[in-house]
């Protein structure tokens, strides 16, 4: 994996979107020693007369072998930094991500001292935020049961990390069916008790289940709870968005003013 690449004719990578997509299109810059213009999910891409696409088919055993050469030859670390990195959807982080291999795999394990660098910056800055984001989102997320006795929380995060906390829902709610729906992504994650299995789905953004009554007087309490707690002398707003920035609050049961719309039946 050391070999050096060259630029030749300017051309585009266009993958599907997935991680896995991603690294099979990394696995065939190494392989043809190219260094592409841009690395683009199909979904954001427009023809160019100037460059050359080269349309990347997702292949999961190359996926896996240039994951494994990653932790072989740079780091375990450097695997996580790239998998959160591409997670972030930040413009342009595919080449970043291209770029922090292409040095990890002359220098090794110590591509992330490389502080000069701005893609190692970028690779290490926006793997933070989402980690950053998923690790608040564990404790801001709501379930609410639904109608039919399952349990729906929907949230707009900045990144995509529904991923990042199916594992932690699962562990904390291992007897309930579950759903963590991204309205802005359109996609959610769903758990079967039964089965002890989540699966990432396509979810439509307007849908909403319909809550039982049940919820509505839990929520009642946990309202009541919340503004008994509270005291006035102590409050301090600038500390409050610190820990629970306003963004998430629409989508919070204990904040005045949210815009959720309960449904019972």
Known sequence: MKSKLNQGAKKVYVY??????????????????????KIIPE?????????????IKTDNEKAEFLSEQIKKYISKKALHNVFRAYLSETKKIELYIFRYLFTGFKVGKSIDEFLTKDYVLKVQEMCQKVARESHRLKGLIRLQETAEGKYYAAVEPDYRVLILLASHFKNRFSTMDWIIHDLKREEAIIFSAADQEWLLINLEKDFMPKFSKKEQE?????????????????????IQQQFMPKKYWKHLIETPGSSRQFKSN
Do not use: H, M
């Open 16 to 37: 599907d979107g997935s991680y896995q997509g991603l690294l099979t299109a990394l696995y065939w810059s190494f392989k043809l020693k190219e260094i592409p213009i």
């Open 43 to 55: 979904s954001k891409f427009k023809d160019d007369l100037f460059y050359q696409k080269r349309k």
């Open 218 to 238: 839990i929520q009642n309490l946990w309202c009541s709870f919340f503004t008994a707690v509270s005291i006035q002398n102590r409050k301090n707003p600038k």
